[in-house]
């Protein structure tokens, strides 16, 4: 009786693996199939017409978003394309390619339980210079009260005294 119920399974199996087989086959090769689109926009910028390959790997970006020799070639024609623009505010829209990247909030970050955890010490700013935006020093950091980006400044001042300490145990 078990080698009865085995033998089905096994026959069963076999007719499930020839019928999948082909299927599978059919569905590699279909994505074996090159895109003529990819294709010709890598022929553009190998041919370095980057004007025309632009918009070509503009597409390609937004169809394969998880392509990342597409998105490299993109990220570079979008940049490079603004090299030679002399005005520094169109230089910096034309860089403003593509969409906006929303960030997801935190819900659980602290910054002053960070601060405890790495025991670091947040003290009043005190440089009178206008161009700094924060400074960081043993285990102090300060922030500019009128630093552009606040955040950004104060994860940068902690990130240099994370390096630091890092820095010093290796060379210990």
């Known amino acids: ?3 009865f119920i085995r033998h089905q399974a096994l026959t069963l199996s076999f007719a499930i693996l020839l019928f999948v087989s082909p299927l599978c086959t059919v569905l590699v090769r279909a994505q074996d ?5 990819r294709a010709r926009a890598f022929q553009l910028y190998d ?3 980057y004007s025309e390959a632009l918009p070509a790997f503009e597409k390609l970006a937004a169809k394969y978003p998880e392509d990342r020799d597409v998105l490299r070639v993109y990220g570079f024609l979008v940049i490079g394309r603004t090299a030679y623009e002399k005005d520094a505010a169109a230089r910096k829209e034309a860089r403003r390619h593509g969409p906006e990247l929303e960030l997801p909030p935190l819900p659980n970050w602290d910054a002053q339980l ?3 955890n790495l025991d670091i010490t947040q003290v009043p700013f ?6 700094i935006q924060g400074y960081a020093c043993q285990r102090e950091i300060a922030i500019n009260p009128l630093a552009q980006l606040p955040r950004k400044t104060f994860l940068h001042e ?10 010093v145990a290796l060379s210990a």
Request: charged share 25%; proline share 10%.
């Open 158 to 167: 902690v990130a240099h005294l994370c390096w630091l300490r890092s820095y």
């Open 126 to 131: 005190t440089k009178p210079n206008g161009n």
């Open 114 to 116: 960070a601060l405890k």
């Open 47 to 49: 041919e370095a017409k």
């Open 1 to 3: 009786m078990q080698v």
């Open 33 to 37: 199939q090159p895109d003529p689109e």
